[in-house]
């Protein structure tokens, strides 16, 4: 199997934020040299982008070479954080192919997102599968920063026998019955009701996610990998890193001694330049709010939310991301001040 890896915790401030206890990641057999070559897979969705590339970002201060791997529309991005790019999909995956995914998924909810969700997602790692090992082997990429909403990532670096890091750029995915889904907006109890409606919709999750889950077993049967029986084995065993607080999430008795939770990865350093309207904001204490990358195409959600915040002595602002016209949004209770991104 893979070689190990040297992990040594930093406490490294950047800006208005800190990076605690991400780990400065160094394969054994490559420290007597300086420079390890780190390979980035994720979606190329902003919510996972910002936050990867952040870490790619600081990797490279510290004197390595990261490269993204990804379809087109990553490149962005990428080059803003001053990272290396290979591109892959192009094909497939022409230029606006995300706008595109983005505007679709805005308008629905529930199981039918998450279904869609888990379509894009399959279609992705066949790209990656395909197209991702050459590509590496290439660019001698020499460890791997996967994102958890990547599973293909972990067989790639299997494959390739290179040690790879799983990265939770979205909540906590980990499989466990005694915690609700991620999907879900239940509410953590501790009795035996609570574990049994955890394992149906779970039940539910491993159905729709069965695409997915065939194309990673297939790969793996054609690459001569031990196959995989849980989804968490799709994520490192040798660090899991969470870039939520820990206060974010429910009791979780069963995640790695591996895992760490460590607080948000953001450097305005590494990201596209923001506009915004400085000047409307009124002085007022302000709430931000903001559906994702994906989920923000449903207007009586923000309808809801302003109506709520209407009577509150603050000033609403609201995210909207690209799959929603600014301009189609209705005029929403107490005039909130409505942008596509905030810095």
């Known amino acids: ?59 490279q201060k510290r004197g390595h070479q990261v490269t993204v791997i990804g379809i087109l529309d990553a490149q962005p991005k990428a080059i803003s954080a001053g990272l290396g ?64 909403a990547s599973p293909e990532g972990g067989t790639i670096a299997d494959f390739l026998d290179i040690p790879f890091v799983s990265i ?14 991620f999907f879900s907006n239940w509410q953590y109890s501790p009795f035996f009701w609570a574990r049994l409606r955890n394992q149906a919709i779970y039940n539910l999750l491993d159905y729709i996610g069965e695409p997915i889950r065939n194309v990673i077993t297939e790969y793996r ?18 660090a899991q890193i969470s870039q939520q607080p820990p206060e974010f999430e429910f009791p979780r008795q069963n995640l790695p001694d591996c895992f760490h939770f460590t607080g948000p990865f953001s450097n305005p350093a590494s990201r596209e330049a923001t506009f915004f309207p400085f000047e409307k904001l009124t002085g007022q204490p302000l709430i931000y709010t903001s559906m994702g990358t994906l989920q923000n195409g449903l207007s009586e959600v923000f309808q809801k939310i302003a109506s709520a915040c209407k009577a509150l002595d603050a ?29």
């Open 85 to 148: 790019f290979r591109a892959i999909g192009e094909s497939k995956f022409q230029p606006g192919w995300t706008a595109q995914r983005d505007l679709q998924q805005g308008k629905l909810s529930g199981l039918a997102a998450l279904k869609y969700t888990l379509g894009w997602l399959k279609d992705l790692a066949v790209i990656f599968f395909q197209e991702a090992p050459s590509v590496i082997k290439q660019e001698r990429i020499e460890a791997l920063l996967v994102d958890q």
């Open 315 to 343: 000033q609403l602002v609201i995210s909207l991301g690209n799959s929603t016209n600014l301009e189609s949004l209705p005029k929403l209770p107490g005039n909130p001040l409505v942008v596509r991104y905030a810095p």
């Open 221 to 238: 049967w054609e690459w001569k990998l031990p196959k995989h029986y849980n989804y968490n084995e799709n994520y490192s065993q040798l």
């Open 1 to 59: 199997m893979h070689k190990g890896l040297n992990l040594a915790p930093t406490n490294k401030s950047v800006g208005n934020f800190v990076l605690t206890n991400v780990p400065y990641i160094l394969n054994q057999n490559l420290q007597k040299i300086s420079m390890t070559h780190f390979g980035i897979i994720c979606p190329a969705a902003t919510g996972h982008l910002n936050p990867m590339t952040t870490l790619g970002y600081e990797l």
């Open 168 to 181: 939770c750029s979205a909540l906590v995915l980990n499989k466990d019955v005694n915690i609700p889904p």
